[in-house]
């Protein structure tokens, strides 16, 4: 698990309203192999005592072996991903927006998704490098969030596979995957569940 990890590959997460759903979609997340998250609330009334609590249910244990990184200040989120990551792509439909499938997830990206109700707010899509859709045919013209992120990612995880991302032959990162197996077996050592997220600024 630890030799597949995607460590330039992350969600940004804005003001999701359902904890549940951040444990669906960090269960996704898990399954492709990407290692940490990112979870903005800017929204007044949305975040209690500073912290979060993970729907276990949905998460089914995953959170325990994942990063989740809570932030109330946009700036700080967003300098906090970009030191890491290259591009930021946004789930927003306008007239230059792409789809899903033309995007190249092969490189260090983060991937922006917004609430249940409004989407993405305008103050994190100024950030963003470009927006996607997914494409759909129905009647209805929008997903859960947390299926849209599981497409997403799952599109990703195929791209990647298909660029050997997956092979258990690549070098790359090896610090970090030693320093993580370490922490993994201080994880399982301990009786830490990761179901409470404290802010990080």
Same mark, same amino acid.
């Given at each position: 698990?630890?030799?597949?990890? $995607?460590?330039?590959?992350?969600?940004?997460?804005?003001?999701?309203?359902?904890?549940?759903?951040?444990?669906?979609?960090?269960?996704?997340?898990?399954?492709?192999?990407? $290692? *940490?998250?990112?979870?903005?609330?800017? *929204?007044?009334?949305?975040?209690?005592?500073?912290?979060? +609590?993970?729907?276990?249910?949905? &998460?089914? @244990?995953?959170?325990?072996?994942?990063?989740?990184?809570?932030?109330?200040?946009?700036?700080?989120?967003?300098? &906090?991903?970009?030191?890491?990551?290259?591009?930021?792509?946004?789930?927003?439909?306008?007239? +230059?927006?792409?789809?899903?499938? *033309?995007?190249?997830?092969? $490189?260090?990206?983060?991937?922006?998704?917004?609430? +249940?109700?409004? @989407?993405?707010?305008?103050?994190?899509? &100024?950030?963003?490098?470009?927006?996607?859709?997914?494409?759909?045919?129905?009647?209805?013209?929008?997903?859960?969030?947390?299926?849209?992120? &599981?497409?997403?990612?799952?599109?990703?995880?195929?791209?990647?596979?298909?660029?050997?991302?997956?092979?258990?032959?690549?070098?790359?990162? $090896?610090?970090?995957?030693?320093?993580?197996?370490?922490?993994?077996?201080?994880?399982? *050592?301990?009786?830490?569940?990761?179901?409470?997220?404290?802010?990080?600024?």
């Amino acid at each position: 698990m630890v030799h597949n990890r $995607q460590f330039d590959l992350t969600l940004i997460l804005e003001n999701i309203h359902d904890p549940y759903n951040i444990g669906a979609i960090l269960r996704s997340c898990d399954a492709a192999g990407i $290692q *940490e998250v990112y979870v903005l609330y800017t *929204e007044e009334g949305l975040l209690q005592n500073e912290e979060i +609590e993970i729907g276990r249910r949905t &998460a089914m @244990g995953t959170q325990k072996w994942m990063d989740v990184h809570l932030f109330t200040d946009l700036p700080a989120c967003i300098q &906090a991903v970009r030191s890491k990551y290259q591009y930021l792509y946004s789930t927003h439909l306008d007239a +230059e927006a792409t789809t899903l499938y *033309e995007l190249d997830l092969r $490189q260090s990206v983060a991937l922006l998704f917004g609430n +249940e109700h409004n @989407g993405l707010s305008r103050d994190l899509l &100024a950030h963003s490098d470009g927006n996607f859709c997914i494409p759909q045919f129905g009647m209805s013209k929008s997903l859960n969030v947390s299926v849209a992120c &599981a497409v997403s990612v799952f599109e990703a995880m195929r791209q990647r596979i298909t660029a050997g991302r997956y092979d258990g032959n690549h070098l790359k990162d $090896q610090t970090k995957r030693a320093s993580l197996l370490a922490d993994y077996l201080r994880r399982h *050592e301990s009786e830490y569940d990761g179901k409470v997220i404290r802010k990080k600024d």
